[in-house]
């Protein structure tokens, strides 16, 4: 059982990037995925997630209406779209999955990719 984040790079301000969560040995289909991020010397900032009851999302008001959450359940896979990136929007980016599709409690984690944004 496995989540992998991938997609992290280094980004321009105004810039965008997708980053995308994949699981192997077990169906996404049934679990909220979640988007956390952690700056250098910062606490872990919970950044979105997206329930699979019902596709719907939320997002933490930093982000609101520059990220997207979506799945692809047929690739097994979510994406976290990032428009308009900002350099404090650097940071590691963990995705996590939640059986219970409440947002709340995370029984896997993936590794982090980074996210640098700067000029």
């Known amino acids: 059982v496995q989540l992998q984040a991938s997609g992290g790079g280094l980004v321009q301000p105004g810039g965008s990037l997708r980053l995308s969560c994949a699981a192997s040995?077990?169906?996404?289909?049934?679990?909220?995925i979640a988007w956390f991020r952690q700056a250098p010397g910062k606490e872990r900032e919970w950044v979105s997630c997206?329930?699979?009851?019902?596709?719907?999302?939320i997002y933490t008001d930093s982000v609101k209406g520059r990220f997207t959450s979506s799945r692809d359940n047929a690739k097994n896979t979510v994406y976290l779209q990032m428009n308009s990136l900002k350099p404090e929007d650097t940071a590691v980016y963990y995705c996590?999955?939640?059986?219970?599709?409440?947002?709340?409690?995370?029984?896997?984690w993936g590794q982090g990719t980074q996210v640098t944004v700067s000029s």
């Open positions: 996590a999955a939640d059986s219970t599709s409440m947002c709340e409690v995370y029984d896997y």
């Open positions: 040995g077990f169906t996404l289909d049934y679990y909220a």
């Open positions: 997206i329930r699979s009851s019902d596709g719907s999302t």
